[in-house]
């Protein structure tokens, strides 16, 4: 049953970057020294020695104007966090290590999961109100952290063709970034259809409830459902670099349409099922009772009477209600 979808794969390679910290110093130095040097350079313009002043002066201000773009390539990146960096179109590599790293400043951070993402933010009115806008205010760095999905209820038929309502919840998280970046559209869509798919197809290989204690389940067979559900899951999603730690059915139930039915049958079926433990227990209680009466030589009974005893101890045993007792006073015969 399990389904591998066939695309390009692309391997992961990690980029071993140097220290953005030292480099961001650095660049900061001669920013500053750049501005610095415009004042000996302009006093060297106004004495009328341009060999010196002049150079200087072009240098620093081709500094000043383009000095800012290497801060573009210093990327700090935060524990179980990842950024799959493109250069011109062909992929670079991945930092996932965390710390303050310099890059190339050219380089394109790349989320596709971005684009589906928005955090609303207040924005003042002309009366002075806050209303909500919507602004993409995610970041384009890759979470490497355990992440739940909990899709919305479905409805399912189970093997037996009963319609039923079921919803999973799947704790997932990204293990190689170049194949959730590159190989699917959206790693978040993707898991979230798949996730519908796999459990449309798992439900519909057990019945919702057993008839018998032995049968496989949806309502009885949560541990194994869980491991058919994670186990097919996980072989739809190896292509997009995903792991699934677990999944497991978070609601069952009948379909509105067949509730009452159903559950008018599971009643029946508990009160049968009680029934027979009553009368069973009934009548071990009988067989007890005239075995001692026997034993103990309390009184001769006949087979008329002792009929007579096993229906009223049945009658009071098996009964909904408490019985109400009749004395005789007078000889049982």
Known sequence: MEQKISVKEIEEKELHAPNGLIIA???IILYVGAGIGIIPA?????GGSPTFGG????????????????????????????????????????????????VNP????????????????PRPNSDGSAAASAQSSVSKKISLKA???NNKKQKINDRDGNPVEVSIVVI?????????VFCVDNYAEYISIQADSTLRD????????????????????????????RTELQGRV??????????????????????AAMLQRQQAAAIIEARQKIVDGAVGMVEMALERITENNVCDLDDERKAQMVSNLLVVLCGNKDAQPIVNSGSIY
């Open 147 to 149: 992440m739940t999905l």
């Open 25 to 27: 110093i650095l660049f």
């Open 55 to 102: 150079p200087l002066m072009a240098v620093c201000v081709i500094w000043l104007l383009i000095g800012w773009i290497p801060f573009m390539g210093i990327k700090v990146i935060r524990p179980n966090e990842a950024l799959v960096l493109t250069l011109f179109g062909k992929y670079t590599g991945t930092l996932k290590k965390d710390g303050i790293f310099f």
């Open 238 to 259: 190896e292509n997009a670099g995903l792991e699934i730690i677990e999944a497991r059915i978070t609601h069952l139930a009948y379909a509105p349409e067949i509730a």
């Open 172 to 180: 997932w998280k990204v293990t190689n970034t170049a194949k959730a």
């Open 42 to 46: 302009g006093m060297d313009l106004e």
């Open 106 to 121: 050219f380089s394109t951070a790349i989320n596709p999961t971005l684009a589906n993402h928005t955090e609303v933010l």
């Open 202 to 229: 798992v439900a519909s290989l057990y019945p919702y409830d057993s008839t018998n204690g032995e049968e496989k389940s949806l309502r009885g067979s949560c541990a194994e459902i869980a491991d058919n559900l």
